[in-house]
């Protein structure tokens, strides 16, 4: 089996925080490698917000080039729109990988507002990764009262594909300080200079 490890976002642009984060995760949980599930438009979002589909999937590719990473248009091509959907298609379609999701503590803090919440849970290990500003929030969360229950030592995270799920490990590395926000307050046209990705597939590394 494969160890995957699906991280979702909108990378509005993708930055090297978002690459800093995932090969830390990759070591701590001992993944062969990482998929970008780069947004075509995140629904806790507001639209106007968004660069182009197209820009931040170039952005993604650009910073995960040379890594074990793969920056995925499958959530495009698979029609979903919610995080649920999206992760039960992924776990049908590849059968021979074994997945684990991968979140920030920001995205912890709102977990309970995302669709069908529980039933991600339910359906593949999560790893929590501390983020400067939002643990405290995070573990307050109505989504970590209900997942505290199923929280694994940290100590234990490379043995992730024996865990039974529900299954939630909070993982803690050296914080990178790059902001997306910042990145798109400085450079508000950044998205202009990316000129469309050709279509890849996460099925190219079968």
Avoid: C
Avoid at 145 to 158: K, N, T
Wanted: no cysteine; glycine share 6%; charged share 20%.
């Amino acid at each position: 089996m494969t160890r995957t490890g699906l991280l979702g976002g909108s990378f509005n642009p993708a930055h090297r925080g978002h690459r800093h984060v995932t090969l830390a995760a990759m070591r701590a949980l001992g993944l062969d490698e990482v998929w970008w599930l780069v947004s075509p438009g995140n629904p806790l979002k507001a639209p106007e917000t968004m660069a182009p589909f197209a820009a931040r999937l170039a952005s993604a590719r650009a910073m995960a080039a040379r890594a074990p990473i793969v920056a995925s248009d499958i959530e495009a091509r698979l029609g979903t729109r919610f995080t649920a959907d999206t992760v039960a298609a992924i776990v049908r379609r590849y059968p021979k990988r074994r997945f684990i999701w991968l979140m920030g503590a920001d995205n912890l803090a709102q977990f309970h507002l995302w669709r069908d919440w529980r039933g991600i849970a339910r359906t593949l290990p999560i790893a929590a990764i501390a983020r400067p500003g939002y643990d405290d929030d995070a573990l307050a969360a109505p989504a970590m009262g209900w997942l505290r229950r199923f929280q694994r030592p940290a100590r234990q995270a490379s043995d992730w594909t024996e865990w039974s799920v529900p299954a939630l490990v909070l993982l803690r590395f050296r914080p990178d300080p790059t902001s997306a926000t910042r990145l798109r307050a400085a450079d508000p046209a950044w998205h202009s200079r990316l000129a469309p990705p050709t279509s890849a597939s996460p099925t190219a590394q079968e």
